[in-house]
């Protein structure tokens, strides 16, 4: 019998690439029954499963944070049961774990990649507006970055993703440092309060979105590289701390 010609009361489902229709009022509203129940499951294949179980706990991680986001959540809103999250990722911890890496080595990428220039300035430039690229296209992975879990210690948080990618900069300012007469020894210290300053401003950024992202970049640039510009060779303290 065609879908067109199916009579009152019986129920016609027709599968298409994950979506399910049903034809006349009563077997709409008994699919919708069904579908609350979890009845009528899409099937799919384990690395299918996966990357739902991954995008659904990414969403949620990111809007309520870790210690919020419960396993029957996650399950609920894939239409599975709890044992299935164990099975992919062992619990919620390793489904963060999971997601936690993805973002950090997605934002250290297109950090380090985006450092093409050769002249100082420019490399800075660079490196501030890949972060805020990943600020405006990936909002919640940057967002789940920037908390704190109690799993951060095991598998990396913010602070350390900042640390390695001020480590990728560091021989770039010990050159500089040398060329310019200054001591490369501090080139480390300076990459961390540099790419810090990127990192503070881009967790700013990330709620406001205000003023533009160029401006905010070319407001970094400005601060950090004419700041730079005079440094002094021996800096001294104008105050002197007691005890």
């Known amino acids: 019998m ?46 299918e499963r996966r990357e739902q179980l991954l995008e659904i706990g990414r969403a949620l991680f990111a809007e309520r944070g870790f210690d919020a986001t419960s396993v029957e959540e996650i399950a609920a809103k894939a239409g ?3 044992p299935v999250v164990y099975e992919h990722f062992g619990g919620k911890e390793g489904l963060y774990a999971v997601v936690v890496d993805r973002e950090m080595r997605t934002l250290l990428d297109m950090v380090t990649s985006a450092l093409t220039a050769g002249h100082p300035r420019e490399l800075l430039e660079q490196a501030a507006f890949a972060l805020l690229n990943y600020v405006e296209s990936h909002s919640d992975g ?35 440092f040398s060329n310019r007469g200054y ?61």
């Open 142 to 176: 940057f967002r789940i970055l920037v908390r704190d879990s109690p799993v951060a210690a095991s598998t990396g948080n913010f602070a350390s993703l900042i640390s390695d990618i001020a480590t990728r900069v560091e021989h770039i300012l010990g050159v500089e």
């Open 2 to 47: 065609s879908a067109g010609r199916a009579r009152p009361g019986w129920r016609h489902v027709v599968r298409h690439d994950d979506r399910v229709t049903s034809q006349g009022h009563a077997a709409h509203q008994a699919q919708g029954a069904h579908q609350g129940q979890g009845a009528h499951r899409v099937r799919m294949s384990g690395k």
């Open 80 to 82: 599975v049961s709890k």
């Open 183 to 243: 001591d490369p020894a501090f080139g480390a210290m300076y990459s961390q309060m540099l790419v810090g300053m990127v990192a503070l401003t881009g967790q700013w950024w990330l709620d406001e979105r205000h003023p533009t992202k160029d401006e905010v970049v070319a407001h970094l640039v400005n601060l950090s590289w004419n700041g730079l510009s005079g440094l002094e060779h021996h800096p001294r303290l104008l105050t002197r701390r007691r005890g």
